[in-house]
């Protein structure tokens, strides 16, 4: 592929603080970057679904020996990209894969569905944000926690309900049965007997 748009990933940056005691990390000198938009230039031989010029994504080197996304082009296992949403620019593809991967799988594996509840720590956060509009997606009646003020307006915006973590402690937290909260805030907060409307997504 030709590489048209990469993020920065938390991952990214643990690989630069830990360098090899962080699991998968690759050895350097190294080609890092996971997530990518770009272009097919060439198929490799028995893949299928893709052909010369299709405009994909996905989350497919920059761990243990795959080289990364940092690069004009990247040589990619088909079975890690994916058609880019049309609806979706190069650089707005690029911010999604490991989030998005990440965010998916937890949200499959505690079971979500139409009329769940869930509680989705660091809400804001790259895969919390992506985490309440997925599960939102599914059906799912959603609290995420979040520590800085701007962001209770964001989750909400996104149709969650915020709780602040810095007022509540972790262990007590729980959607169905709210404990009784430490600030006047967070109190109205939990108050709310409806799950807000989330605001239509901006193209
Ligand atoms: N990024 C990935 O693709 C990926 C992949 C696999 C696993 N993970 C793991 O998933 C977790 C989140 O990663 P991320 O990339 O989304 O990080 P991030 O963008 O830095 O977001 C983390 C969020 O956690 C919140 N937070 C901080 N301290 C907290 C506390 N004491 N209690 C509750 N929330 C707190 C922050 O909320 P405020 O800013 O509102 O304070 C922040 O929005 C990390 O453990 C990471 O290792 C991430």
New binding site residues.
């Given amino acids: 592929m030709r590489v048209a748009a990469t993020s920065v990933?938390?991952?990214d940056t643990?690989i630069r603080q830990m360098g090899p005691e962080l699991p998968l990390s690759p050895a350097t000198p190294a080609l890092l970057g996971m997530d990518f938009a770009g272009t097919v230039e060439a198929v490799g031989e028995g893949v299928g679904g893709f052909t010369v010029g299709d405009e994909v994504y996905g989350c497919a080197g920059g761990l243990a020996d795959l080289p990364g996304a940092l690069a004009e082009y990247m040589a990619a296992d088909a079975r890690l990209i994916a058609h880019k949403p049309a609806t979706l620019s190069m650089a707005e593809a690029a911010a999604l894969p490991?989030?998005g991967i990440?965010a998916y799988e937890g949200l499959m594996r505690a079971g979500i569905g139409q009329g769940k509840t869930v509680l989705v720590?660091?809400g804001?956060?790259?895969?919390?944000h992506v985490a309440v509009q997925l599960a939102r997606h599914f059906g799912g009646r959603v609290s995420a926690?979040?520590?800085?003020d701007e962001?209770h307006a964001l989750v909400e915006t996104l149709g969650a309900r915020s709780i602040d973590?810095r007022a509540q402690p972790?262990a007590t937290m729980s959607p169905g049965t709210p404990a009784a909260p430490a600030s006047t805030s967070s109190s109205t907060r939990w108050a709310a007997p409806t799950w807000p409307t989330p605001s239509r997504p901006r193209r």
Avoid: E, F
């Fill in positions: 990933n938390t991952v643990m490991l989030v990440t720590h660091g804001a956060g790259g895969v919390g926690t979040v520590g800085r962001h973590y972790v």
